[in-house]
Nanobody, 128 residues
Framework: QVQLVESGGGSVQPGGSLRLSCATF????????MGWFRQVSGKEREGVAA????????YYTDSVKGRFTISRDNAKNTIYLQMNNLKLEDTAMYFCAAEGDSGDMLDGDRWYGPFGYYGRGTQVTVSS
C-alpha cells in the first residue's frame, strides 16, 4: 500500500520560510515524477511544483517561482519543498503527490505526472 506522509507545515509570518518533507512508504520514487499540490478550502487543488525522476527538470506554478524549490533524495525515498519569502496567499493545505497510472498532469516545459497518489497533507498558514 502506497503511503505519502507530509511534514514541516506550520504558521509563519509573511517573509518567513518553511521546509516541507514527504516520506514515501510502499513506493519507490526512483523512477517516478513527484510533486506538491495545495488547496484552499472551497477552491480547486493547484499544482505547485514537480520534479522529474532524475531531478533534472522542475516545474513551478508562476506564483511561487523564485521563492519555492522542490528537491528529492531518492536514497531516502523523500522529497522536499523549500518555501521562502512566504506570502499570505500561500496559506493552504499542501499535499505531496506521486506518479501513478493516471491522475493530474502538470504542463510546464514538459509534462509532469500523472499524479495518482496523494498524502493527507500538511497545513501551511501565513499570517501577520
Amino acid at each position: 500500500q502506497v503511503q505519502l506522509v507530509e511534514s514541516g507545515g506550520g504558521s509563519v509570518q509573511p517573509g518567513g520560510s518553511l521546509r516541507l518533507s514527504c516520506a514515501t512508504f510502499g513506493y519507490n520514487i526512483d523512477d517516478n515524477h513527484m510533486g506538491w499540490f495545495r488547496q484552499v478550502s472551497g477552491k480547486e487543488r493547484e499544482g505547485v511544483a514537480a520534479i522529474t525522476s532524475d531531478g533534472r527538470y522542475t516545474y513551478y506554478t508562476d506564483s511561487v517561482k523564485g521563492r519555492f524549490t522542490i528537491s528529492r533524495d531518492n536514497a531516502k525515498n523523500t522529497i522536499y519543498l523549500q518555501m521562502n519569502n512566504l506570502k499570505l496567499e500561500d496559506t493552504a493545505m499542501y499535499f505531496c503527490a506521486a506518479e501513478g497510472d493516471s491522475g493530474d498532469m502538470l504542463d510546464g516545459d514538459r509534462w509532469y505526472g500523472p499524479f495518482g497518489y496523494y498524502g493527507r497533507g500538511t497545513q501551511v498558514t501565513v499570517s501577520s
